[in-house]
């Protein structure tokens, strides 16, 4: 199975920051690579699809990249409603796997 | 608006089954994959079965063998049969769908149905 491994587990930001999260994954998963957000109770919302395809109605502050083992999502300016948690996936082949999440809280 | 509404989770005995309902609207159903993604309380996601357009299916290790995923077309409906259920598969969990021509991942998620297996 392809293990997903993000870091930071938790960051601690301010309204305005720009934010980094790193996702590897232990093989090649070329491009296909999705980023979730999600806030407390409430299902996952996807972010970013084929590791750097904004989906439709996401804002703009968020962006994908990477290729391979080594992906990243980023918030150029981050916002009151984007504290909340962060997960890769990959969909490179079965079993699809998800990261451990990355928490960004208020600092 | 497109839409995926869970059903029939609930608070059952280990060892016991439940079966997992899954109402689609608002799409095409018979033209996406469709998936289960469970989360534990306080947990991270874990993907749990994939049902393709043509009937095709697959499992993590964790639940193959005890878990069948199915769909019903004309209902518009997905299924998650689970069976010899642990302590370990009590989660949230979700319906998902894929668009498979543009490689969408998860891109509509239900609001998830809780299973509780405890005696």
């Known amino acids: 199975d392809i293990q997903m491994t993000q870091s930071p587990s938790t960051l601690s930001a301010s309204v305005g920051d720009r934010v980094t999260i790193t996702c590897r994954a232990s093989q090649s998963i070329s491009s296909w690579l999705a980023w979730y957000q999600q806030k407390p109770g409430k299902a996952p919302n996807l972010l970013i699809y084929k590791a750097s395809s904004l989906e439709s109605g996401v804002p703009s502050r968020f962006s994908g990249s990477g290729f391979g083992t080594e992906f990243t999502l980023t918030i150029s300016s981050l916002q009151p409603d984007d504290f909340a948690t962060y997960y890769c996936?990959?969909?490179?082949?079965?079993?699809?796997?998800f990261g451990q999440g990355t928490k960004v809280e208020i600092k | 608006e497109v839409q995926l509404v869970e059903s029939g989770g609930g608070l059952v005995q280990p060892g016991g089954s439940l079966r997992l309902s899954c109402a689609a609207s608002?799409?095409?159903?018979?033209?996406?994959?469709m998936h289960w993604v469970r989360q534990g309380t306080q947990k991270g996601l874990e993907w749990v079965s994939a049902i393709g357009t043509g009937g095709d299916t697959y499992y993590p290790g964790s639940v193959k063998g005890r878990f069948t995923i199915s769909r019903e077309n004309v209902k518009n409906s997905l299924y998650l049969q689970m069976n010899s259920l642990t302590a370990g598969d009590t989660a949230v969990y979700y319906c998902?769908?894929?668009?498979?021509?543009?490689?969408?991942?998860?891109?509509?998620w239900g609001q998830g149905t809780m299973v509780t297996v405890s005696s």
């Open positions: 998902a769908r894929v668009t498979p021509w543009i490689g969408s991942g998860f891109d509509i």
């Open positions: 608002g799409f095409t159903f018979s033209s996406y994959d």
């Open positions: 996936q990959h969909y490179n082949s079965f079993p699809w796997t």
